[in-house]
């Protein structure tokens, strides 16, 4: 769709309340592509930056202060600067910072994240979702000796060479739906990389399965979001991963639940413990650090044994088990915002109020929408969801493409001047509740996003 003649200018608020952050952005692109430290902060008409935060709000340079929805993407479950948290932090780093030695609180850590995860009985940490998912595709490879991967088209799963592929392209890239091809996103990957991995058809079990099944002898795992939240909100339809798990068992493919985005947020044992379901390996990060760099990946204790060199003197020790390091893995501070997280959140009220404010404000949204008179789709599972900016159905990733982006962006450059951040401006992202938002915030939100609703409706028909 291309917008009518009576189109405004969306973003003239937005720069009328951010000229302190228009000049650090200028300043910022002298040093940095794009003047931001990752692509996605990235969007027109240049980002704002932020100078402090607190609970559910961040405040900008320009003194604007706003309700969070964006929540660092994820990470900020319990609210920015939880008590609890900071607290941990600071003691930590009083004690002992990092020292490439193992320290007493990344057990405790990774203890607590196998007690908590029901398909990790040993587990690794990283630095990041992308570390996390590499190391765990690794790994799966040398545990069956083959080299494929398949995941989702449409899916995000970091940002190494063998994730980023078939995340985003067009139609004609693409080829049909019942069978994807696989397109690398973006350029400097080289293209052998795309003969590693194949492309399924997300809640499409017929063509799931003959793409596995063809793949089958190859295969040494599929790697998948329970929920794909990196197309906005795909729920699992229809049995989807019951039958992929079943399928994957029959076929001995290592099935991953890539769980950077929903590890820890969709409840205490996660998107597995909320769905019924059990991998055989995952990958978390974002909420497991409250706010901290932490990723990790973990599993059944035979893949998990794959990280160990031989003990056999005359095996060839340097190309016999699957390499997983890093310099910053299990930094003390970092655990200690992860452990003291993992604590609060076993609370039980914490996951009945994010997910009671998650519904307020994904049914809220739905409903303001529908009283502007605006096509609206809104999806969500528990505290995280996505506007779609259509009322066509959402079942699979292409159905997406139904949705309005430059819509979207217009409509979440409304709200944020009106004080409401509610994710970032691309159709393709998500936003969520935290444990510090109200009822109030949830309300204030609402009425912010019907006037950004009325403000973009019409234009685009």
């Not at 040093?31 to 609970?55: A, H, K, W």
């Not at 079943?246 to 950077?260: F, G, K, R, S, Y």
């Not at 909320?274 to 990946?297: C, E, H, I, L, S």
């Not at 959140?345 to 949204?365: A, C, K, P, S, T």
Request: proline content about 5%; glycine content about 8%; overall charge negative.
């Amino acid at each position: 769709m291309s917008p009518g003649d009576n189109r405004h200018d969306h973003s003239r608020r937005l720069r009328e309340q951010t000229p302190r952050s228009e000049q650090l952005h200028e300043r910022a692109a002298e040093v940095t592509p794009l003047g931001v430290e990752s692509n996605v902060r990235s969007f027109d008409p240049y980002p704002f930056y932020v100078e402090e935060t607190s609970g559910s709000t961040v405040t900008d340079i320009d003194d604007n202060e706003y309700l969070d929805f964006l929540l660092a993407l994820g990470p900020i479950i319990l609210g920015h600067n939880h008590p609890d948290v900071t607290a941990a932090v600071k003691a930590q780093a009083e004690r002992a910072d990092l020292t490439a030695t193992p320290q007493r609180v990344a057990i405790e850590f990774m203890e607590r994240i196998v007690e908590m995860t029901p398909s990790i009985e040993q587990v690794r940490l990283a630095n990041s979702g992308t570390e996390a998912t590499m190391h765990a595709i690794r790994t799966a490879r040398s545990y069956t000796g083959n080299d494929l991967i398949a995941k989702p088209e449409g899916g995000y799963a970091g940002a190494h060479d063998y994730a980023l592929m078939s995340v985003y392209a067009d139609e004609d890239a693409l080829g049909p739906k019942e069978r994807p091809n696989t397109v690398s996103y973006g350029t400097g990957i080289p293209d052998v990389v795309e003969d590693t991995v194949v492309a399924i058809p997300f809640n499409d079990k017929e063509n799931t399965e003959a793409v596995l099944r063809e793949h089958a002898n190859d295969l040494a795992a599929v790697i998948i979001e329970p929920v794909m939240f990196s197309a906005g909100c795909l729920k699992p339809q229809d049995g989807y991963h019951e039958f992929l798990r079943e399928l994957t068992e029959e076929l001995d493919i290592v099935l991953i639940w890539d769980e950077v985005m929903t590890g820890f947020r969709l409840g205490p044992a996660s998107a597995q413990g909320r769905f019924g379901v059990t991998p055989d390996m995952t990958t978390f990060a974002k909420a497991a650090g409250g706010g901290y760099q932490v990723g990790g990946f973990g599993g059944k204790r035979e893949i998990m044994a794959e990280i160990e060199p031989p003990k056999d003197e005359d095996a060839e020790s340097w190309h016999s088990s699957a390499f997983h390091g890093g310099t910053y893995n299990g930094h003390p501070v970092s655990c200690a915002a992860g452990l003291a997280t993992l604590d609060v959140l076993q609370n039980e009220d914490v996951y009945e109020h994010i997910d009671r404010m998650g519904e307020r404000l994904f049914e809220g949204l739905q409903e303001v929408a529908d009283d502007v008179g605006l096509p609206v789709n809104v999806q969500y599972v528990g505290s995280m969801g996505q506007v779609y900016m259509t009322d066509h159905e959402i079942r699979h990733y292409r159905d997406t493409w139904h949705a309005n982006s430059e819509q979207y962006a217009d409509w979440w450059r409304e709200a944020a001047a009106g004080g409401a951040l509610f994710g970032n401006p691309m159709q393709s992202e998500r936003f969520f509740t935290t444990y510090t938002h109200t009822e109030e915030q949830i309300d204030r939100a609402l009425s912010i996003a019907e006037d950004a609703f009325d403000a973009v409706n019409h234009e685009y028909e």
